[in-house]
């Protein structure tokens, strides 16, 4: 397939990575961070960063379509699949849970359909293009959403959905809006419909 068919509407391609957050780099202690998993699930947990690091884990290629208009084509990911997480029982959601928020360092959240998160397309990642994850783009721990060449129709969304320094998962029974979706971005984010702002 052509870059241009790969393209959603408004996008341009990039060859490099942009790095985008607002406020500092979080600092990172592997002996007190933790990632949390509670709400709407069986069994609230939290895990340390060697617990992460036993998780099952795939590989993944992306494309990446930011709202700002940038495209970064065919990037590696490396790290653990919330789908696996929940066939292997690892996380059990409740059959309420319809959503997922996602919360990060300095009190960032963002909102997706659980069916969204489940997808082969939404990663919690260590690692990419073979290597740790760099402090700017979310070292030790980001989830990243992209679209998949060549796979089955899914829902591909633009990056914010993926929350950089992630720092736990929050199963909702009902939607909730995350912080840019509450400020103007659209709650769903679609990139082949173009859904970058509400109203």
């Known amino acids: 397939m052509s870059d241009e068919k790969r393209l959603p509407p408004g996008q341009h391609v990039t060859t490099h990575f942009p790095t985008l957050h607002q406020g500092p780099i979080p600092a990172f202690n592997p002996a007190t961070w933790d990632f949390r998993i509670w709400g709407a699930v069986e069994e609230s947990t939290t895990w340390t960063w060697d617990d992460i690091l036993n998780l099952p884990r795939i590989k993944v290629q992306l494309d990446l379509h930011c709202v700002t208009t940038w495209s970064l084509l065919d990037t590696s990911w490396e790290g653990i699949s919330l789908k ?52 700017e783009h979310g070292y030790p721990l980001r989830a990243v959403v992209g679209a998949i060449l060549g796979s089955k129709p899914m829902k591909d969304v633009y990056l914010w959905k993926g929350a950089k320094w992630l720092r736990g998962l929050e199963f909702l029974t009902n939607d909730r809006l995350g912080f840019w979706e509450a400020n103007g971005y659209h709650n769903e984010g679609d990139v082949w419909k173009e859904q970058r702002f509400a109203g």
């Open 84 to 135: 696996q997480l929940v066939d292997e029982e690892f996380v059990k959601p409740k059959p309420e849970a319809k959503f997922v928020m996602q919360h990060a360092e300095y009190g960032y959240t963002t909102n997706l359909p659980l069916e969204v998160a489940l997808q082969p397309n939404f990663l919690i990642a260590t690692h990419f293009n073979g290597s740790p994850l760099t402090p």
